[in-house]
């Protein structure tokens, strides 16, 4: 039987077989941990020095497009990830979730750093307050990679997915990571790490892999470095507590156990789609990786009068599922973890039958099927009712992590809320529902205690990606005893990983630490139209003021007639003496538009297509006899090494236009986007 081994300072380390690891399918032992003890100064000392500098020798558009590629290589190697995964209990489904699930979390963080992350190691988060009255000191925020290492400790039951979500935006953000997956399916991990590291594509020092316990890891930690933990409540309050991650404030990202709901609104009845929706999304939960899902739904609040109904139709549903080994035809539910695991949920369904009873899961009909499956972690789901959920306790408080769910009985919308609330803190909950009142009246109350809440109804439930399935867009994480985390939500969790700054300065100053031009900041005009420049020799401030223009009467009518735009307040003279603005103004697009004529070079250049505007605001309405002029200053370059469908690179540009007056009033301001070809 192999023995794992850790990833250390970039070499592969333990010989000697320790604990024995076995299959959840049959027990037999498919892999073993490693004796020899990690030195953990070493992997803190080699991640915050080789790992931080290859990682911020690129930058963030760099390290998006080697997200990419892994996830594209990873995605080619499934297949045997796949066969790995297998011996954890999973169904193919279920491995979908965690392998798929993983290298679809690359691509997205992928496409999000492509999109939301500039160019350079400095994120700038604006807006710029100006905070003289002349404009010479502004204030604004940056966000910088941490200069340290990260430590991930995950749970067991994604191996994958959990090392991916977490490793996709610290790489991003630049920062290293250590990763520590739960022992018992640590050979999934490790099997993935391989194949990442066979991709060659990361940078020296950017993942370390911990077979085994953490030692005195935590210890040698550092106010620069960040832990992330996944797992127990309990474990995640040790850790959280842990003498030096308090004393040096390293913050520390925790998602726990969460006793989530399903809630069937009062104005569901049997006879509707919704009925059906909601028994087969909590039948899903059930069985999907074998309820072992931080996310899986614990309680099931149902109006009290459908409880006999619904039960039924949970009951009949999970009667047609077949468990066993996922090899084998038809087995649409697999084992749990490992013998502890089973041994956990057992327990905790003891406890939970002290304030329940138990109507589905212990008739002892309950036959995986498969070979060797006797010496497997498998259980049959277990339905539960609870018929006094507005006590505490109970199924509010134990969480089986298993095919294990507590039907509760309510009466009223203000009694759900209240049930639902005793989780005190969940990831998800989801709201089933026809009636938008009840949604608006609802979905706020639960999101107080809440990270996610899904409303699912007939129109809905055609493409839900389902109550279970965290996004890498969206938040995952919850408050209270969820963990009181934040994982994933996009460019947020990237922003996890990034100190934020505040900076105070002239323009020209603040201009030159974010890479953006900043209104006030001194401009480069030179002879050469900023159009008729490359991206290579474009910089950051190059600026055109471009020659005048008095807005006429025929301006205002040759635009109303060449757009069909005959607005009272262009047109209607008695209309518009009566409005704010005391006479006719042209039209805003009209504006815009003579911009345009003003400052673009009309011949042949590098700049290749305006893809649109941003923060467009229209601030003094511009009236027959106005004159007006225009600057246009490249703002921010963003190198995503894009091509044309020719093959020619180009690159982003955003252009800051200040259209004023006669008087230097700001009449219309905005940021134009456009494609600039590259030299070569
Ligand atoms: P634990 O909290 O025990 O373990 C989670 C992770 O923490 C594992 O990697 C574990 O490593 C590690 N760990 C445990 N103790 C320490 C420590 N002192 N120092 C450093 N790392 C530590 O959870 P389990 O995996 O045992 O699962 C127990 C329960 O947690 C489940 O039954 C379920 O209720 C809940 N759970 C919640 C999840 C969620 O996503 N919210 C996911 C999985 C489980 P090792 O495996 O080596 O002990």
Redesign the pocket.
Known sequence: MPVLQSYIAGQWFGETAAKALPSAINGETIAHTHEETIDFAQAVEYGRNTGVKSLLALDFQQRAAILKELAIYIQGRKEELYEISHHTGCTRPDSWIDIDGGFGTLFTYASTGRKELPSGNVAHEGPVAQLGKNNHFNGTHILVPRRGVCVH?????FPIWGMLEKFAPAFLAGMPCIV?????TSYVTEAAVRVINDSGLLPEGALQLII???GDL?DRLEEQDFVT????A???L??KGHPNIMARSIPFNA????LNSAIMAPDVTPEDEEFDIFAKEVVKEMTAKAG???TAIRRVLVPADHLDALTDKIKERLSRITAGDPKEEGVRMGALSSA??LR??NEAIDRLLETSECVFGKDGSFKPVGQGVENGAFIAPHLLVSRDPLKDGGAHDI?A?GPVATLMPYNGIEEALTIAAKGKGS?VTTLTTKDPAIAAQMIPVLAAQHGRLQILDAEASKESTGHGSPLPMLKHGGPGRA?GGEELGGIRAVHHYLQRTAIQGSPTMVAAVTREYVRGAKVIENDVHPFRRHFDDLQVGESLLTHRRTVTEADIVNFGCLSGDHFYMHFDDIAARKTQFGQRIAHGYFVLSAAAGLFVYPGEGPVLANYGLDTLRFITPVAPGDTIRARLTCKRKIDQGRTSPEGHPQGVVMWDVEVTNQEDELVASYDILTLVAKRQ
């Not at 520590?180 to 018992?184: D, L």
């Not at 933990?229 to 127990?232: H, K, L, R």
């Not at 998602?255 to 969460?258: C, G, K, L």
């Open positions: 400790i995950n749970a067991f039951n520590k997956p739960a022992t018992a085994g316990g953490t935590l933990f996944t797992g127990s309990n474990t995640a040790k850790l998602e726990a156990d969460s072992q899902k931080c502890d695991q956990d949920v969480e992590f990831l963990g």
